[in-house]
């Protein structure tokens, strides 16, 4: 396979983990509350995980490829028709959610990792998701994919470190088979659905990678694009959840705002540091990648009726716009954020993307 196949097949899964690890995800809340907390039994939400994101990642990239479409407004259209507005609805609360998680979290880790106060840590990311969008898509790829392997780097070192010191009680939870730290021991059931509705909820993240998908130009490729993309989206979960499971079930970090930022806390400050800048990054990715979508799709709309392409200082206008309106929201706190919001998002986002999208499965790969 030439460079140039390998790295459009490529691209569709660098821009969705890039948008997807940001928030919770980073930061280790996420994994807790949809698998780690279930002690040795949280793999196998992890591998339903996997089956979702790729399932998802191919029927997304060949219904655009299929139907020609790369915004989310048409590709709802073509599967809800007239109710495509419930989507919208759904997508831009999902997407104030999801950054108002990312707020609280970079105010979080860049006051405990850098000092900083809160406040600064949120007004550099306003500028810099302003500065992204106001410089478009091909900025946005390059930083993106320099993004998704350091942070990829980041996380193989901060695992191999935590495996190194903690391997035997790693171990000792799957050879005890510890789920203590729920008051009932979880069913299958139970976890495969825990792990739906994490896929569930960040079903909003595909809207941001939808202008990689022009590039595909056969099943065959949206199938192998897809399965990377659920590699991709996969593989920094796991690493988090062994390395959750080296502590499990230990309060302290069970239930910090940022489990990893505990983790760490034991090992050398400059990993602290090296946390601090690269899940700042990928904060910064999320918000970006969420808004862009958003921005998109606007774009989209106002070409139609004015024929004419929207300014650049209003994308960075509307990213701006989006990201305070976000941190009203994060004074919720992650915490919060992510055990109650979630899970309600979830079930929405399922409904209106999900479903239809499993329905005309079918006929898109036959």
């Known amino acids: 396979m030439k460079f140039s196949s390998l790295k459009r097949i490529l691209l569709p899964g660098i821009i969705l983990q890039s948008v997807l690890i940001g928030g919770g995800y980073a930061t280790g809340r996420e994994i807790v509350e949809y698998g780690a907390k279930f002690g040795a039994s949280g793999w196998i939400c992890g591998v339903a995980i996997f089956l979702?994101?790729?399932?998802?990642?191919?029927?997304?990239?060949?219904?655009?490829?299929?139907?020609?479409?790369?915004?989310?407004?048409?590709?709802?259209?073509?599967?809800?028709?007239?109710?495509?507005?419930?989507?919208e609805i759904v997508y831009l609360l999902l997407a104030v959610l999801i950054i108002a998680v990312m707020a609280s979290a970079a105010g979080e880790i860049l006051?405990?990792?850098?000092?900083?106060?809160?406040?600064?840590?949120v007004v550099l990311i306003i500028v810099l998701v302003?500065?992204?969008?106001?410089?478009?898509?091909?900025?946005?790829?390059?930083?993106?994919?320099?993004?998704?392997?350091?942070?990829?780097?980041?996380?193989?070192?901060?695992?191999?470190?935590?495996?190194?010191?903690?391997?035997?009680?790693?171990?000792?939870v799957f050879k005890s088979w510890n789920t203590s730290y729920q008051n009932e021991t979880p069913n299958l059931g139970l976890l495969?659905?825990?792990?739906?509705?994490?896929?569930?909820?960040?079903?909003?993240?595909?809207?941001?990678?939808?202008?990689?998908?022009?590039?595909?130009?056969?099943?065959?490729?949206?199938?192998?694009?897809?399965?990377?993309?659920?590699?991709?989206?996969?593989?920094?979960?796991f690493l988090t959840y062994f390395a959750l499971m080296g502590y499990y079930p230990n309060k302290n970090v069970l239930t910090a705002t940022v489990p990893w930022l505990e983790i760490l806390r034991e090992f050398n400050p400059l990993l602290i540091i090296v946390f601090g800048i690269?899940?700042?990054?990928?904060?910064?990715?999320?918000?970006?990648?969420?808004?862009?979508a958003f921005i998109s799709r606007v774009e989209m709309?106002?070409?139609?009726?004015?024929?004419?392409?929207?300014?650049?200082?209003?994308?960075?206008?509307?990213?701006?716009?989006?990201?305070?309106?976000?941190?009203?929201?994060?004074?919720?706190?992650?915490?919060d954020l992510v055990a109650k919001g979630y899970e309600l998002m979830a079930y929405a986002m399922i409904l209106v993307y999900g479903v239809p999208l499993l329905f005309y499965s079918k006929k898109l790969l036959t």
Not at 111 to 121: A, E, I, K, M, Y
Not at 198 to 206: D, E, I, K, Q, S
Not at 278 to 292: D, Q, R
């Open 111 to 121: 006051h405990n990792t850098l000092g900083f106060s809160p406040w600064v840590g």
């Open 52 to 87: 979702g994101f790729s399932i998802m990642s191919i029927l997304s990239i060949e219904a655009c490829r299929q139907w020609k479409v790369y915004d989310y407004k048409s590709l709802l259209k073509k599967m809800i028709g007239s109710w495509w507005i419930a989507y």
């Open 130 to 172: 302003g500065f992204l969008n106001y410089k478009g898509e091909d900025v946005i790829v390059k930083l993106e994919t320099i993004g998704t392997v350091a942070l990829f780097a980041a996380y193989i070192a901060f695992t191999i470190v935590v495996f190194s010191s903690r391997g035997s009680e790693i171990l000792s």
């Open 192 to 237: 495969i659905w825990t792990g739906i509705l994490y896929v569930g909820y960040n079903l909003a993240v595909y809207p941001a990678s939808f202008f990689t998908f022009k590039e595909i130009y056969s099943r065959k490729e949206s199938v192998i694009a897809g399965f990377i993309s659920g590699l991709l989206m996969t593989i920094p979960w």
């Open 278 to 292: 690269v899940v700042g990054w990928t904060l910064v990715e999320t918000a970006t990648g969420m808004i862009h």
């Open 301 to 335: 709309e106002i070409e139609e009726r004015k024929k004419a392409p929207i300014k650049k200082i209003h994308k960075a206008l509307i990213s701006s716009t989006a990201l305070i309106a976000s941190l009203i929201l994060a004074q919720i706190g992650i915490i």
